[in-house]
């Protein structure tokens, strides 16, 4: 202890002395290992390590909306959307697609009718959307488009005997990795819901991986966005704990899972029900402010001009739910690496503290 605080008072003189504080604070620099320091530089600079990623939560932008995924595609920001059957506005009958411009909050025309539960991914200059024929279903399609327009269907992959709900798809150096949320058979499943996972070098043939690579059979772990970096595949999923969270666990063999020390990623709060949207009309706002919230569910992201763009859904997680958005100053790598980040002390270059 007497050493940790000759340290934290070395660091505080240091800082006094050539002017540092959190405005110059640069590459790393420092290491620890006992009370007496060694200079070896005429000058000092700082760093703050990362630790947990900071999410700032910026409120509700629509309501009785769930699945999303927000993309860049052509260097704009699209929001994908699964419109259900009781979203107030659908008048179609059916559930359906879409994307919403991000900027303009303009719609693209509606595809994928009557499909449910779809996640978008942009691969060089096309967009695919994943989605089942059924809630619980056996079948998984693709939809592809090279402007936001036009689609074409294909089948990806046909599960006899299995229950499917989300899907996402990343792309893990020279292969594409779909995650894919079973609730059935039991003997793969286990306590629903559960990630699985198939595999393609081309996105057109889809093999399932095997029964090994799953996470987690032991209790409710609800896949939703997956994330590839490095080496290490990103699972942010939904945690039934003190109502339903979201969570984020790393493998690099989609077998062995490392948990984050941060988790939770996201957690029900007030400030999910700030509004965010100018749209949102007064029965709406009633409604945000008179709903009960035990969940933050369904996250997903992406990276656009140095920040990440953030879409999760929150509300009582049986029925009503509101499509909320967030940011986090930073890159995806930032973002991703810091869920797995211990290290949040102050490090000083060319020093070094030594017995």
Not at 57 to 76: A, H, Q, S, W
Not at 179 to 189: F, H, L, Q, R, S
Not at 299 to 310: K, V
């Amino acid at each position: 202890m007497k050493k940790l605080f000759a340290g934290v008072i070395v660091i505080a003189v240091i800082m006094a002395v050539y002017g540092l504080d959190s405005t110059n604070i640069h590459p790393v620099l420092f290491e620890w290992s006992g009370a007496n320091i060694l200079v070896s530089t005429s000058k000092l600079t700082l760093q703050k390590m990362p630790g947990r990623p900071v999410i700032k939560k910026l409120g509700t932008i629509d309501c009785d909306l769930v699945e999303m995924t927000p993309v860049v595609f052509k260097n704009r920001v699209y929001r994908y959307e699964y419109v259900r059957k009781r979203y107030k506005p659908n008048l179609t009958g059916d559930s359906y697609s879409r994307f919403i411009d991000h900027e303009s909050g303009e719609s693209t025309p509606a595809f994928a009718e009557g499909y449910h539960l779809g996640s978008a991914f942009v691969d060089g200059d096309s967009v695919y959307v994943t989605a089942v024929d059924i809630w619980d279903g056996e079948h998984i399609v693709m939809f592809v488009s090279a402007d936001l327009q036009n689609w074409q269907s294909r089948p990806m992959l046909h599960l006899p005997g299995f229950g499917i709900f989300n899907t996402s798809l990343c792309k893990a150096d020279n292969r594409y990795i779909l995650m894919y949320e079973i609730g059935k058979p039991p003997e793969d499943a286990g306590k629903r819901f559960t990630a699985r996972f198939a595999s393609s070098e081309d996105l057109v043939n889809w093999k399932p991986m095997p029964k090994e690579c799953t996470y987690s059979k032991d209790r409710y772990t609800a896949p939703h966005a997956l994330k590839y970096l490095d080496g290490y595949f990103y699972n942010f999923y939904l945690e039934a704990f003190e109502g339903y969270e979201m969570r984020v666990v790393r493998s690099t063999d989609l077998i062995n899972w490392e948990a984050s020390p941060f988790n939770p990623v996201l957690k029900a709060s007030e400030e999910d029900k700030k509004i965010a949207s100018s749209k949102l009309t007064s029965i709406q706002r009633t409604a945000i402010a008179e709903a009960r919230n035990i969940n933050n569910s369904d996250i997903d992201f992406c990276e656009y001009n140095g920040r990440l763009i953030i879409n999760y859904s929150w509300g009582n997680q049986h029925g009503t739910e509101f499509l909320a958005e967030a940011v986090f100053e930073g890159s995806l790598e930032e973002f991703l690496k810091g869920f797995f980040s211990n290290q949040s002390s102050l490090l000083l270059k060319n020093c070094k503290l030594s017995p």
